[in-house]
């Protein structure tokens, strides 16, 4: 196939190229990203001079961009999306902008070129919170915050593309992924780092929220599952089975490192924080899917893979992220 993935330059969108490359021979792929702040092709640097891969500066808005670039595409993954919670409840606008008229974009591209498949990657965090059992592709949508609602705006608009006008369309909804090259705003990369830096730790409200956790090549190996033999117009979990409570990741994160659980600060809970997530995968599981990254081990090798590349990482913590960091955790430095 030739696949074009967007926003291949993050965090999963480079772990996926790399599966591609990796398990695919025959494949190739073009990777179309606007690279703003979470954007770094230094996640491809080991893939870049492969010849089954391409890269194109661009922005999914970009009517002309996307056209030029899925012309000829047997298939589209999208990763393009401004992802971060925190982030949408300051700024809002970017986050409708590109996780919804970016995917409007796409899907008029996929119609006008017949792309044989749509791959529309979105997030846990559309059901909302849930106080027991674990979320069905077929539960209502409850976002709680601007991000969660701008991707089940996307996934609605792509189901809406299905059923009007038959376009080869598939979603999934993976957990909290975790593991090399995440961009350092999430929980797991903010935490170690700032740990190996000896700065605070910053817990939201009680820190007893839960997050269900899939390590990122798992995720990736169940985002090709779906790909090649999801059902089109189907919906499909993608979860690890790792429920941790906030709290518990925090100090496991110091126990590895050796560092005092003094490091962690409680601060203002954010607005609308959802309490639990949790996914039942059972229909990716037939399929032939199943996580096969223990949880503590891929804490193990995450938490040692920054404390052995702080030149990618260091980098990253100045200018714009040392900016929004000193606005969002006031008083933590």
Request: charged letters at 25%; aromatic letters at 10%.
């Amino acid at each position: 196939m030739r696949i074009v993935i967007t926003g291949g330059a993050g965090f999963i969108g480079s772990h996926f190229i790399r599966h591609v490359l990796q398990h695919h021979r025959d494949d190739t792929v073009v990777n179309l990203d606007k690279l703003t702040y979470a954007g770094n092709l230094e996640n491809l640097a080991d893939v870049a001079d492969d010849p089954r891969y391409s890269f194109v500066k661009g922005d999914i808005c970009d009517a002309q961009v996307v056209d030029r670039v899925v012309a000829g595409a047997d298939a589209i993954v999208n990763f393009a999306a401004e992802t971060h919670v925190d982030r949408s409840i300051s700024g809002p606008q970017d986050f409708i902008r590109t996780d919804v008229l970016g995917t409007h974009t796409l899907l008029e591209a996929v119609r006008a070129h017949g792309v044989e498949r749509f791959l529309q990657v979105s997030t846990d965090e559309v059901y909302g919170d849930i106080a027991s059992g674990a979320s069905v592709e077929t539960d209502p949508l409850r976002p709680s915050s601007p991000y969660s609602a701008s991707k089940a705006g996307a996934d609605m608009l792509v189901l809406a593309y299905r059923r009007t006008y038959d376009t080869p369309v598939i979603v999934t909804r993976s957990s909290n992924n975790y593991g090399p090259n995440q961009y350092p705003e999430k929980i797991i990369p903010l935490f170690v780092t700032n740990a190996l830096d000896g700065q605070p730790l910053p817990v939201y409200g009680d820190g007893r929220q839960v997050r269900d956790w899939i390590h990122v090549a798992d995720n990736c190996a169940g985002l090709d599952q779906v790909l090649r033999q999801g059902t089109l117009g189907e919906i499909y979990n993608i979860g690890g089975g790792n429920e941790v409570v906030n709290i518990d990741l925090t100090k496991a994160i110091l126990r590895r490192l050796g560092l005092p659980a003094d490091l962690v600060r409680y601060v203002h809970d954010r607005p609308g924080h959802d309490r639990r997530y949790a996914l039942d995968c059972a229909k990716l599981r037939a399929l032939g899917w199943t996580p096969r990254t223990a949880f503590d081990d891929g804490l193990a090798s995450t938490v040692a893979w920054y404390a052995t590349n702080r030149a990618w990482w260091e980098k990253i913590k100045s200018g714009e992220w040392r900016r929004y960091y000193e606005q969002q955790y006031k008083g933590l430095g």
